[in-house]
């Protein structure tokens, strides 16, 4: 039996002093206090990157510019009832403070304190990979995959 396919895409916000923002899941939602990176559904026509500017200034009322994010990984999990495809891009420039528009706590953390919050399974597997690139000097401004600008 096939699963519905749910596209979802994510952001890892990087902060100067090199920590990531975490947001955790609202009561009354899937997965309910788990934390996980900011971002939501990719709407019929979007790319990854317009549905991340859309969904950070929903959720956290930041402005982003779709050219500072950087594709780094993607998760492809089954859950119970839909298939989760999710890109992740890192971003380390915005405009704007961190406000919590739905209620949800956030939480700046550094690499090394991911193990202290229970993430989806989906997320927990993006944050190893997260972290190896943070952790590796040269990656600061290179993306690892080529997105075409004139999409974004």
């Not at 890892?12 to 900011?38: N, S």
């Not at 510019?65 to 009832?81: E, G, I, K, M």
């Not at 971003?91 to 919590?100: A, E, I, L």
């Not at 993006?126 to 999409?151: C, G, H, Q, V, W």
Request: glycine letters at 6%; charged letters at 25%; hydrophobic letters at 40%.
């Amino acid at each position: 039996m096939s699963l519905p396919l749910l596209f979802v895409t994510a952001i890892a916000l990087v902060d100067e002093a090199g920590r990531i923002l975490l947001a955790q899941r609202p009561k009354g939602k899937d997965m309910a206090g788990l934390w996980e990176f900011p971002g939501g559904k990719v709407a019929q026509g979007e790319t990854p990157e317009q549905a991340l500017v859309r969904e950070i200034k929903e959720e956290l009322d930041l402005d982003l510019v779709a050219s500072d994010l950087r594709p780094l990984t993607f998760a492809s999990h089954a859950y119970n009832r839909f298939h989760l495809f999710m890109p992740l891009f890192v971003c380390r420039r915005w405009q704007g403070d961190v406000r919590p528009m739905e209620g949800q706590q956030i939480a700046w953390i550094l690499p090394e304190a991911f193990s202290r919050y229970p993430m989806p399974p989906a997320d927990r597997p993006l944050s190893k990979t997260l972290i190896r690139y943070l952790t590796d000097k040269a990656n600061d401004s290179e993306p690892l995959f080529y997105t075409n600008p004139s999409m974004n």
